[in-house]
């Protein structure tokens, strides 16, 4: 199933611009690399639902949250995205499993298709 986002294109990269212009360009992409599941969810063009994600989890404990595999495809800071996040059920941004940066977006787009 694909799901599209419509996210205006831009919102995330005017954030990364007001951070480097307050904080400078080495402490914005510092921040951009320990954030990167936020702003590549927050800056997503596409998402794909890949299933529930289950993890080893002791038999005393149950699921205290609805977590969910999806892959994206971003446009963030003038290059293309694809990757793996994993969502909680307000649509939040958990982890980042993987992600791969490109030239283009035809290149992200095979990725993201192919994502598992």
């Given at each position: 199933m694909n799901m599209i986002s419509m996210n205006p294109i831009g919102r995330c990269d005017d954030r990364i611009d007001a951070l480097r212009a307050e904080l400078g360009g080495i402490l914005?992409?510092?921040?951009?690399?320990?954030?990167?599941?936020?702003?590549?969810?927050?800056?997503?063009?596409?998402?794909?639902y890949l299933g529930q994600h289950v993890d080893a989890i002791p038999a005393d404990e149950s699921m205290s949250e609805d977590i969910s595999r999806v892959a994206?495809?971003?446009?963030?800071?003038?290059?293309?995205?694809?990757?793996?996040?994993?969502i909680d059920g307000e649509g939040a941004a958990v982890d980042l499993l993987w992600k791969r940066n490109f030239d283009s977006r035809a290149e992200a787009e095979h990725a993201f298709r192919h994502a598992r």
């Open positions: 914005a992409d510092r921040i951009l690399e320990a954030e990167a599941a936020d702003f590549l969810w927050e800056s997503r063009v596409l998402e794909r994206f495809l971003s446009l963030l800071d003038g290059c293309w995205y694809a990757g793996i996040c994993l």
